[in-house]
């Protein structure tokens, strides 16, 4: 079982360029989420999605947009690409309903902005 | 704006010595999660605790909940050097009751050495 699946695992990008981040999961989870991780920040929450179709901001949410045409796909993407945006960001998902099962986490994409 | 603080960031422990990290909150949630985080690797779930008074415990790690002291432990016994990562605990940002909001908050992490 895969569970949570982030492509690429690594990406190094000039600043203005965009790039879209693909999370896909197999446990048929109904919410999704982008996370992003710097140093000495934790994880901050980017945005996040209820279910097919719907997607909604998160703590930090400027500068990237965000889209779930299937269940299974959430997609990040950065439009015009910042050095603030150099951080490593995280793929979750989890069940609707089930608080006694924690959010699965993807392997992280780590990206650099030049 | 829930807020979640632990403390302490950095940790060096001696094998086979105890400690307790701490993970305050700021405002009222019953669900707390607890993940592990190896350099360069992903966040393992370790605990999910749902209500005041909770335990958990598995191997030598065991986490707790006092809901009305918005606080919860992660308690070390005899650390070895494989518990030695990153720790973080989460708080559900939703009401109290019904399923939840899912939107977690993250501490910033308590980062464990166990030295030899």
């Known amino acids: 079982n895969a569970g949570v699946t982030q492509t690429p695992k690594f990406r190094v990008l000039k600043t203005g360029q965009s790039m879209t981040l693909l999370c896909a999961q197999d446990?048929?989870?109904?919410?999704m989420y982008w996370y992003r991780q710097d140093p000495g920040m934790g994880l901050r929450l980017i945005h996040y999605s209820v279910g097919e179709g719907t997607t909604a901001k998160g703590e930090v949410p400027d500068g990237y947009n965000v889209s779930r045409l299937k269940k299974q796909n959430f997609l990040l993407g950065l439009e015009s690409a910042a050095p603030s945006q150099t951080s490593v960001y995280f793929c979750?998902?989890?069940?609707?309903?089930?608080?006694?099962?924690?959010?699965?986490f993807g392997d992280g994409t780590r990206l650099s902005i030049l | 704006e829930l807020k979640v603080e632990q403390n302490p960031l950095f940790l060096s422990m001696q094998e086979g010595k105890n400690y307790t990290i701490y993970c305050n909150y700021s405002?009222?949630?019953?669900?707390l999660y607890w993940y592990r985080q190896d350099p360069g690797k992903s966040l393992e779930s370790l605990f999910v605790?749902?209500?005041?008074?909770a335990v958990k415990q598995e191997g030598r790690l065991m986490a707790s909940l006092d809901t009305k002291a918005r606080l919860s432990t992660l308690h070390i016994t005899a650390a070895v050097h494989d518990l030695s990562a990153t720790y973080f605990c989460a708080v559900d940002n939703g009401p109290l009751s019904g399923a939840g909001s899912y939107q977690l908050t993250f501490g910033k992490g308590t980062k464990l050495s166990v030295i030899p």
């Open positions: 405002t009222t949630s019953n669900r």
């Open positions: 979750a998902s989890s069940y609707f309903g089930q608080v006694n099962q924690p959010q699965h």
């Open positions: 605790l749902l209500s005041n008074g």
């Open positions: 446990m048929n989870h109904e919410y």
